[in-house]
């Protein structure tokens, strides 16, 4: 990878399509979570000597004593795999760093999807390797391009069973209709969920937060599962005009069965309807053990058939080393402590509770 060229851009710039996360709608979804999002064009030369210029989404938050952590979520786009990326992300990060925020210590990158066998190994001067990635490592996604009745037809007989049942019990799955009571009833079952299953819960007002934003380049479903007025699971799923993204939900087990299998087939039905041609149930364990803690999870996505895709672990490019490893250990801390506490902790991001 040659030299890069980079300047800031406006936030309208980012393309979703085949990426939600890297979006205008991300962008200020993390606003009231205190991060600052910015875009940076940048134009690199490609393998056959010909330019190519990208748009990335960097958000940004203060850490202490001043410092800044820049992330990128699910970035650069996928063509960093065209060309070794251990490189083009050192080459990138050097020509980022006097744009970004003054005391920005490091940026942390989450990789995109890699579909084609293991991912590569992304190491270097300048770069560590984060022991927990920030995003899951491995996906399970589904081509829905086929149409709705061939991708059910792969579904395996764990996801048929228990959508049979979810049926034959009466239970029923329609969007929610933005009535606040139906909202809090599910926002109970989640609660309930994360106690159940060991996640940290996110607040009320951040879901309704995505939920209610106006919408631009993205647009969000909450689908809830019903047994007569009772609300027992519910699925939040975002869109970009190509892929379709299950974030996270949490469901309760009626008569020996549970919902999120009838809520999942709801969900990829209408992402088919709206011209997705991906839909992505994000976040399995990734290669070679890590995130096992996320097996559970693999066994119910991995019932609706589809693919799996895997990523690097998440990865630091460093501008200030001894910031970077105070925050560093620091994090190692609290995911150990975490994890003694929760021994089968699943991300609140990617959680749905555990499946039979």
Not at 16 to 39: D, E, Y
Not at 164 to 174: D, L, P, S
Not at 336 to 342: D, E, Q, T, V
Not at 347 to 353: N, T
């Amino acid at each position: 990878m040659g030299k890069v060229e980079v300047s800031r851009v406006g936030l309208d710039k980012l393309d979703p399509t085949w990426n939600p996360f890297q979006s205008q709608f991300w962008a200020l979804a993390k606003r009231p979570s205190g991060w600052r999002a910015f875009a940076f064009s940048y134009t690199a030369e490609g393998a056959d000597g010909s330019p190519t210029t990208s748009v990335m989404l960097v958000l940004v938050r203060r850490l202490f004593l001043g410092m800044r952590l820049a992330y990128v979520p699910f970035g650069p786009p996928v063509d960093i795999y065209a060309d070794e990326p251990s490189t083009q992300l050192q080459v990138l990060s050097a020509a980022l760093k006097p744009l970004m925020p003054k005391g920005t210590a490091f940026i942390r990158y989450d990789l995109p999807w890699f579909d084609d066998g293991p991912p590569p190994t992304v190491t270097g001067k300048g770069l560590k390797t984060c022991r927990e990635s920030v995003q899951p490592e491995g996906t399970s996604r589904i081509d829905l391009t086929v149409g709705f009745e061939q991708v059910r037809s792969q579904y395996r007989e764990r996801a048929r069973r228990n959508i049979r049942k979810a049926r034959a019990h009466g239970i029923t799955v329609k969007r929610w209709d933005g009535s606040s009571a139906t909202f809090e009833q599910w926002y109970q079952v989640y609660l309930e969920t994360a106690r159940r299953d060991g996640f940290t819960s996110r607040p009320s007002s951040y879901i309704l937060h995505l939920l209610q934003m106006e919408k631009k380049d993205i647009t969000t479903h909450l689908y809830l599962s019903h047994l007569g007025n009772k609300v027992n699971g519910g699925a939040l799923v975002i869109s970009s005009e190509s892929v379709a993204v299950y974030l996270f939900g949490a469901s309760l087990r009626v008569e020996g069965c549970s919902p999120s299998y009838l809520l999942q087939d709801v969900a990829i039905g209408e992402s088919c309807e709206r011209g997705c041609a991906i839909y992505d149930l994000y976040g399995i364990s990734g290669p070679e053990g890590r995130g096992a803690h996320l097996d559970g999870l693999r066994l119910f996505k991995r019932a609706f058939g589809g693919y799996v895709g895997y990523r690097p672990p998440s990865v630091d490019f460093v501008y200030r080393r001894f910031i970077r490893f105070i925050y560093a250990t620091i994090e190692d801390i609290r995911f150990k402590l975490h994890r003694r506490r929760h021994p089968k902790r699943m991300s609140q991001q990617y959680s749905v509770g555990h499946e039979d």
